[in-house]
């Protein structure tokens, strides 16, 4: 997957309107996970993904 089309967890939990910190608990309580995740646990989210959250 390309780069430009993912966000990091800072960037999608401000568009979402919501916290980094609400994000990675959803992450560990598999309610909802990142599309990618890298070296050093960095969360990686897709635009669509923004759809699926339902935070909004």
Known sequence: MADAKLLSISEFAKLEGTTRR??????????????????????????????QIGLS
């Open 22 to 51: 609400t994000l990675i608990f959803y992450d560990q309580k598999d309610i909802f996970k990142p599309l990618e995740t890298r070296e050093k646990d960095y969360r990686y989210y897709s635009y669509e993904q923004l759809y």
